[in-house]
Nanobody
Framework: VQLQASGGGLVQVGDSLRLSCAGS????????MGWFRQAPGKEREFVVG????????YYADSVKGRFTVSRDNAKNTVYLQMDSLKPEDTAVYYC?????????????????WGQGTQVTVSS
């Protein structure tokens, strides 16, 4: 069971990045997907979630209106489009999947984790 996050990098304030998270069929199929982030010295934050069919999404207030989550189930991939990036978005971003399948909510106990990708926003 593996999740592979990619797409991080060093950008300037106001720039955009798109993160991708590819999973195996067994990990991805029928599961919600979440993006979390952790900045140095801070707790991990649940940033974005999307249900297995994309029907319901969740955005933390800190990213609402700037981040967009989507998924392509045929490719076992979830995307996080990040626009208007701010220095406070700097963190390691992780994708994750819960044990439960076919839930109608992206709020779940996430137990499968990708390795993380660093996003640094420079002012």
């Amino acid at each position: 069971v593996q999740l592979q996050a990619s797409g991080g990098g060093l950008v300037q304030v106001g720039d955009s990045l798109r993160l991708s998270c590819a999973g195996s069929g067994r990990t991805f199929s029928g599961r919600a997907m979440g993006w979390f982030r952790q900045a140095p010295g801070k707790e991990r934050e649940f940033v974005v979630g999307i249900t297995w069919n994309g029907g319901t999404t969740y955005y933390a207030d800190s990213v609402k209106g700037r981040f967009t989550v989507s998924r392509d189930n045929a490719k076992n991939t979830v995307y996080l489009q990040m626009d208007s990036l701010k220095p406070e978005d700097t963190a390691v971003y992780y994708c994750a999947a819960p044990y439960r399948q076919y839930s109608e909510t992206p709020f779940a106990e996430y137990i499968y984790w990708g390795q993380g990708t660093q996003v640094t926003v420079s002012s």
